[in-house]
């Protein structure tokens, strides 16, 4: 096989294994989207309990003066 014609092989090899991929890709089911739901608010959750204690701290700070 001619250096060319290695490539061209390397190419189209490279193009279906690409397209393979893609064609596998799934879509979200209900499960998984529930789960980014539930990760995303046990976040805000997080978020919201660092400023409440952070808001905690500041009042405590200006009690003790």
Known sequence: MTKIGSIIGAVLAASIL?????????????????????DKAVVDTGKKIEEAGEKIQDAAKDAKK
């Open 18 to 38: 690409v397209g393979g991929l893609a064609a596998c890709e799934k879509k979200e089911g209900p499960g998984e989207r529930a789960g980014k739901a539930v």
